[in-house]
């Protein structure tokens, strides 16, 4: 290999996270391609990393003498992984080093990889030996056989994990449950959709923006790659020798958000979201919001009203707990749903105008609600119970739009 010599760390792009159809052109290459590119992303890896490169450059050198690149990609480890690859280079000519300082994470570490490489495969395997390496050559021959991914599974034959507590299987099986419900296009199509060892074809992923949060990258490439056919391969995940998992419960938290942001922006509802114009995300979280204030309400009423506490009338009860419900409803809408249009307009006279609108149109959404009930339930379906929903879906889709319109306008921001 002429240019890989130079021991030089690979830059990093910094645009949208999109595979280019080919090998970029700079940097010594010459946008020539290989068959195979195997990511391997680290952070904190400084005991592994040499184990690694060694194990996996002597496995890849037999399948694929001369027609593979490793890269690493760290994330400015603060116990310098990343150096140490890269003084490895003099002696693993098929090995790139990129050091990431502006950005950090699992899965747009290894889309940062992809953007660079060079082969018409793309992988990605630990870089703490926990993925066996000898399952690359199973994995490389599936998508030789025609699948455009190749997953090494934990619940297929052959597959399981070594040593696992009752409680981490548990939070998996848990994890890809949740994940089967909301998205079971998706999760559905492998055994082990939690696997970040796996193979995909350039063409299936690339031009498509990816857009991943936290850990599952996999999830990601199902989601939005056009991959038709898949092979799993089942593996053991091993213990960890050195160094130590960087899991916490936040990686689950992000799991969550990755679902519901698959979920919103693919399929159907994605469809709807960029075709019709319609603000499912932001109507979501409207809805939310509007379910917390409910809670509000009740637990004012109660402290207000209830003969064991104050015993105040129920009418003047009502609407301090009313008004105090719309106050919280605001405050969270403000902070969150619309956060992007209130960022932009700080200051108190705004937020005092979208409070007064809001607490407008949210009483007409009230006289809204009276009247919707009273129609459907004297004129269409003769049960209260059906017909208060019925009302309360009609005034929420008056709540939200109106105050999308006119509450928090994107049109008048400077
Ligand atoms: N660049 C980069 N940035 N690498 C990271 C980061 C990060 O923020 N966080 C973790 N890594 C690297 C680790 O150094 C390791 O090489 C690999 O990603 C996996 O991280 P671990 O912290 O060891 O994860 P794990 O062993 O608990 O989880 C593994 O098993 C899951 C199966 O349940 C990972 O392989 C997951 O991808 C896999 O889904
Ligand atoms: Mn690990």
């Not at 403000?334 to 006279?349: G, I, L, P, R, Y």
Request: charged content about 20%; some cysteine.
């Amino acid at each position: 290999m002429p240019n890989s010599q130079s021991n030089s760390l690979l830059t990093v792009q910094s645009d949208i996270l999109q595979i280019p159809d080919s090998p970029p052109t700079g940097a010594g290459v010459n946008g020539e391609t290989i068959h195979f590119s195997l990511i391997i992303p680290t952070y904190k890896e400084r005991e592994n990393i040499q184990n690694v490169i060694q194990i996996l450059s002597r496995l890849l050198d037999e399948y694929l003498p001369g027609d593979y690149e490793l890269i690493v990609v760290d994330d400015d480890s603060p116990d310098r992984t990343w150096e140490v690859a890269q003084s490895l280079m003099a002696e693993y000519h098929q090995l790139r080093v990129m050091r990431r300082q502006n950005e950090r994470g699992l899965s747009s570490a290894v889309i940062r990889g992809w953007q660079v490489a060079r082969g018409r495969v793309l992988g990605v395997i630990d870089g703490d030996l926990q993925h066996p390496p000898e399952v690359l050559g199973q994995l490389l021959r599936s998508i030789e056989q025609g699948a455009d991914l190749a997953v090494a599974s934990r619940h297929v034959d052959g597959g399981g994990v070594s040593s696992w507590s009752a409680i981490r299987r548990f939070l998996s099986r848990g994890a890809q449950v949740l994940g089967l419900i909301l998205l079971p296009g998706v999760v559905g199509r492998v055994s082990d959709p939690m696997s970040g060892y796996f193979m995909v074809r350039r063409d299936c992923i690339a031009g498509v923006t990816l857009n991943p949060v936290g850990y599952k990258i996999l999830l990601e490439v199902i989601g939005r790659g056009s991959i038709e056919r898949i092979a799993e391969v089942g593996y053991v995940f091993c213990e960890r020798q050195e160094g130590e998992s960087k899991v916490t419960w936040k990686q689950y938290v992000e799991y969550i958000h990755h679902l519901l942001r698959l979920r919103l922006s693919t399929g159907i509802l994605g469809r709807v979201n960029q075709n019709m114009g319609f603000p499912i995300r932001r109507f979501l979280r409207f809805g939310l919001v509007g379910l917390s204030g409910v809670f509000v309400d009740m637990a004012i009423l109660y402290l207000l009203s209830d003969p064991s506490t104050l015993a105040l009338p129920l009418t003047r009860s009502k609407i301090i707990a009313g008004e105090i419900a719309i106050f919280n409803n605001f405050l969270w809408n403000d902070a969150w749903t619309f956060a992007d249009v209130s960022m932009q307009q700080k200051e108190w006279h705004h937020r005092l105008k979208r409070f007064l609108k809001f607490n407008i149109i949210c009483l007409a959404g009230l006289v809204i609600n009276v009247l919707v009930l009273n129609l459907v339930f004297n004129f269409v379906i003769p049960n209260r119970y059906i017909a208060n929903l019925v009302a309360i879906a009609v005034a929420t889709v008056w709540n939200f739009w109106v105050n999308l319109k006119l509450s928090w306008r994107v049109t008048d921001v400077k």
